[in-house]
């Protein structure tokens, strides 16, 4: 329960009390962290039942999702491209970083991120079948998959072998906690738990021939449910490992900057696989 409250006091605003920091807290929240994601994601999906646009209620449910977050990995993001971005060594990309300010590579980050999840999520549920939980009906289960995901990331990212990239914040208090068979284990319930919530959301229901949905929307290529997001999650944390790879290459390391960078990357990608096979 430590864990757990400690990944949702550091990932939401869930009120909890945390009573205990450590490495060993940390690598739970770290495992557990999927768990945060599956309850950011089903809160986030409520605009998703508005009556109006499928634009709209994407745009709604991403900036719920920022608020339940307090904007933190979406800073994180914006952090990270301005470090990146300026071609610095490390040193001197870590002290950008640290800035409270954002530069121009972090506004265009910020904005073609929100601008991808947005159209990915409104297609999603422009495409999403009928039939299923009234929750499900307009795109809820692939954006609850792609808040899965997106901590996943951050699972994989503290894992054993990754370092902090700078010797103080977060980066060092959660970096090499989680061990790999861990990780592992967590991927394969998160990639279980997709299958099964996009068999709960379209029982049996994929798309005919010719790449309709069966909505009758249109769909580039119409996959079952629970094919669709696992490929998505599947993708997002791919994407997500290969961010990590960059910015150790880069940095030396992860930080909580990157962290956020990771969930943001890991939710983006998610959304348009998805959304591409929906």
Not at 30 to 58: E, K, R, W
Not at 207 to 216: D, H, I, L
Request: hydrophobic share 55%; net charge positive.
């Amino acid at each position: 329960m430590h864990g757990l409250r400690f990944a949702a006091g550091t990932l939401s605003v869930f009120p909890v009390r945390v009573e205990r920091v450590d490495r060993e807290v940390a690598g739970r929240a770290m495992a557990l962290a999927p768990l945060v994601g599956l309850a950011l994601g089903a809160v986030a999906s409520l605009p998703l039942l508005l009556p109006g646009p499928p634009l709209l209620g994407a745009a709604l449910a991403l900036g719920l999702l920022a608020a339940l977050t307090r904007g933190l990995h979406l800073d994180g993001l914006a952090d990270l491209a301005d470090g990146l971005g300026s071609g610095k060594p490390a040193p001197q990309a870590l002290d950008i970083m640290k800035k409270s300010d954002i530069g121009p590579f972090g506004v265009v980050a910020l904005a073609f991120t929100l601008l991808i999840q947005a159209a990915a999520l409104s297609a999603a549920g422009a495409c999403a079948p009928a039939g299923g939980p009234a929750l499900f009906a307009a795109g809820a289960p692939v954006l609850v998959t792609a808040c899965v995901t997106g901590r996943l990331a951050l699972t994989w990212a503290c894992r054993a072998g990754v370092p902090a990239a700078r010797p103080g914040g977060l980066g060092v208090l959660v970096a090499g906690t989680v061990r790999a068979r861990t990780a592992w284990l967590v991927t394969l319930a998160v990639l279980a738990g997709a299958a099964a919530l996009g068999w709960a959301a379209w029982p049996a229901r994929p798309g005919p021939p010719g790449g309709a949905s069966p909505t009758g929307a249109p769909g580039l290529i119409g996959l079952p449910g629970p094919a669709v997001l696992v490929a998505g999650a599947a993708a997002g944390l791919g994407a997500a490992l290969v961010m990590l790879r960059h910015a150790r290459r880069r940095l030396g390391g992860v930080t909580g900057d990157v962290l956020g960078a990771l969930v943001e990357t890991a939710t983006a990608a998610t959304l348009v696989v998805c959304a591409v096979l929906g």
